[in-house]
């Protein structure tokens, strides 16, 4: 049974700050700061496969920091970095309320 108090992780903004060369350290706010459970399952909900450049596809992931998604991704991958932070939002999500208020096994 869900918690009823509890939410989904939201992200709330993004901003952007141009790091070395090309690539631009991009921030997502979160409407709030995950428990260790979720961090963990967002780290690893990567999309199957990266297409692009090849600095994008070798790439890492994004972290999360408190209430903060920190990613340092090539400029040109803005919209691709936006699309696999919101899938891994988003498996994120459904897996937590799965495991931690439902019962289901990973």
């Known amino acids: 049974m869900a918690d009823p108090g509890w939410k989904d992780v939201a992200i709330l903004t993004r901003s952007s700050e141009k790091e070395i060369d090309d690539r631009l350290e991009v921030?997502?706010?979160l409407s709030a700061k995950p428990d260790l459970e979720w961090v963990e399952t967002f780290q690893v909900a990567d999309l199957p496969e990266r297409e692009g450049s090849p600095e994008w596809?070798?790439?890492?992931?994004?972290?999360?920091?408190?209430n903060?998604?920190?990613w340092f991704v090539p400029a040109d991958e803005i919209e691709s970095a936006d699309t696999e932070v919101m899938h891994r939002?988003?498996?994120a999500n459904e897996r937590f309320r799965g495991d931690r208020f439902e019962g289901r096994l990973p």
């Not at 596809?57 to 408190?66: D, F, K």
């Open 89 to 91: 939002l988003l498996i």
């Open 57 to 66: 596809v070798r790439g890492g992931g994004p972290y999360v920091i408190g």
């Open 68 to 70: 903060v998604v920190r």
């Open 27 to 29: 921030e997502w706010a």
